[in-house]
């Protein structure tokens, strides 16, 4: 990058994060968590959004730390949670790092359980389940409600996929572990802008799983 823009390799590095942590600082205003409410209906569903943790690899310097390894995707990683609207495609919360052996529940149950109403939903997959608001994929009452959940879960799989053809997400980190929050921090609000302003699109979906 610094040899396309004109500059040596350190100026370049130190503009950059310049610019990073300014895009992070962002993620207050832009990542809402109320976005939620926006074009849900409570008498179809009190389902609200979709729950999911995602890792990205990293270099565990010696000596290391078996914490850091997370047995699902067999690696050294740091792990973030993400959660996305079903009814307006918003990227509405966002929490981490966290290391790679943490688990999805006691994520969720830190964090985002406090945030929901008494009788609010989450959709989310197999490895993160324990709680009665997160609905996991065989908690459907018919057919039709199971394929609405899973094209919503799959909507949730395409932000990842946006994040992580960032070259910086999609290798191994080599800096430190919380430089990382911050090129994470300003890549989903990034997303989040994109999304708004229409250069970034998600397909729509149908949902109208009842669990009430």
């Given at each position: 990058?610094?040899?396309?823009?004109?500059?040596?390799?350190?100026?370049?590095?130190?503009w950059?994060?310049?610019?990073?942590?300014?895009?992070?600082?962002?993620?207050?205003?832009?990542?809402?968590?109320?976005?939620?409410?926006?074009?849900?209906d409570?008498?179809?569903?009190?389902?609200?959004?979709?729950?999911?943790?995602?890792?990205?690899?990293?270099?565990?310097t010696?000596?290391?730390?078996?914490?850091?390894?997370?047995?699902?995707?067999?690696?050294?990683?740091?792990?973030?949670?993400?959660?996305?609207?079903?009814?307006?495609?918003?990227?509405?919360?966002?929490?981490?790092?966290?290391?790679g052996?943490?688990?999805?529940?006691?994520?969720f149950?830190?964090?985002?359980?406090?945030?929901?109403?008494?009788?609010?939903?989450?959709?989310?997959?197999?490895?993160?389940?324990?709680?009665?608001?997160?609905?996991?994929?065989?908690?459907?009452?018919?057919?039709?409600?199971?394929q609405?959940?899973?094209?919503?879960?799959?909507?949730?799989?395409?932000?990842?996929?946006?994040?992580?053809?960032?070259?910086?997400?999609?290798?191994?980190?080599?800096?430190?572990?919380?430089?990382?929050?911050?090129?994470?921090?300003?890549?989903?609000?990034?997303?989040?802008?994109?999304?708004?302003?229409?250069?970034?699109?998600?397909?729509?979906?149908?949902?109208?799983?009842?669990?009430?």
């Open positions: 990058m610094s040899k396309i823009v004109g500059c040596h390799f350190n100026t370049f590095s130190k950059a994060w310049i610019f990073i942590r300014l895009v992070h600082g962002l993620h207050q205003e832009v990542i809402r968590f109320e976005n939620r409410l926006i074009n849900w409570w008498t179809k569903t009190n389902a609200s959004c979709t729950v999911d943790c995602t890792t990205f690899g990293c270099l565990d010696f000596p290391f730390d078996k914490a850091m390894w997370d047995p699902k995707r067999e690696r050294a990683g740091l792990k973030y949670e993400v959660a996305h609207s079903i009814h307006n495609a918003s990227i509405v919360h966002w929490n981490g790092w966290f290391k052996s943490v688990s999805d529940i006691k994520i149950r830190d964090c985002l359980k406090e945030k929901l109403e008494p009788t609010e939903c989450v959709e989310s997959d197999s490895g993160c389940s324990g709680e009665a608001c997160l609905k996991n994929p065989d908690v459907a009452k018919s057919r039709k409600s199971k609405q959940k899973g094209v919503v879960r799959a909507r949730q799989e395409t932000i990842f996929c946006k994040m992580k053809k960032f070259g910086s997400m999609s290798g191994i980190w080599i800096h430190d572990y919380d430089k990382h929050e911050l090129a994470f921090g300003a890549i989903i609000v990034s997303i989040q802008l994109g999304l708004e302003l229409g250069t970034v699109e998600l397909f729509d979906v149908e949902y109208e799983a009842e669990y009430f």
